[in-house]
């Protein structure tokens, strides 16, 4: 399984788009990226997938260069609501794979 | 639709005793897990079911920790007895489709 490696913490204000990127050099050919978001008291919650190049959805959208080495989740306009916890994880459709989390970056939204 | 029920919501217990989580899932997802998230970490695969057999289970403290899938459907998982270091969040979570977990919201265990 392909290792992540993310900020721990990021800080910014409501409003503002928030780049929240994440590095995963030996990611395989059959790789999907997925970020899920975490609030407290709650399990983590899927907002996006891709596999390459750019995906949006009406929660954010991710970025995914040619070499699929990193990923870049963007959230625009962040509001209050937003501050949580963000995990990047990458894996394939094989059904006997789990998903493997790491520490995930903390996002801090302030007024 | 996904859904994932978990209950109790919380429970405190004592060191030495013992505890259990119940998962009881929507049908039809035949991949189930269990992950204990520690207080500022990351979720942790305790356990991996596929259907009623185990697939995965390399990070399952054998000693105290057990847990079962009925039917392909529910599952528990059990501690016993429990230490403070088994104070954490644990989260079922089923398979949607190839590529995505979906989570209960957990039960939050406090070893005192």
């Known amino acids: ?111 | 639709e996904a859904g994932v029920a978990q209950s109790p919501r919380y429970k405190i217990i004592e060191k030495r005793q013992s505890v259990a989580f119940w998962c009881n899932p929507i049908s039809g997802h035949a991949t189930l897990y269990w992950y204990q998230q520690i207080l500022g970490q990351g979720p942790k695969l305790l356990i991996q079911f596929q259907n009623n057999g185990v697939v995965d289970d390399s990070q399952l403290p054998k000693d105290r920790f057990s847990a079962e899938r009925l039917k392909g459907v529910d599952s528990t998982l059990k501690i016993q007895p429990a230490k403070l270091e088994d104070s954490a969040v644990y989260l079922c979570a089923i398979r949607v489709g190839a590529t995505e977990a979906f989570f209960g919201q957990g039960t939050r265990l406090t070893v005192v």
Not at chain 1, 7 to 13: F, N, V
Not at chain 1, 53 to 59: F, P, R, Y
Not at chain 1, 66 to 74: F, I, N, V, Y
């Open chain 1, 1 to 111: 399984l392909a290792k992540t490696t993310q900020p721990i913490s990021m800080d910014s204000y409501e409003g503002q788009e928030v780049n929240i990127t994440c590095s995963h050099n030996n990611i395989a050919t059959n790789d999907y990226i997925t970020w899920y978001q975490q609030f407290p008291s709650q399990g983590p919650r899927f907002i996006i997938q891709g596999y390459k190049t750019k995906v949006t959805n009406e929660v954010a959208s991710l970025f995914i260069p040619a070499d699929r080495k990193s990923s870049t989740l963007s959230l625009p306009r962040v509001s209050l609501s937003d501050t949580a916890v963000y995990y990047c994880l990458v894996g394939s459709d094989n059904y006997g794979q789990n998903f493997v989390f790491g520490p995930g970056t903390r996002l801090s939204v302030l007024p």
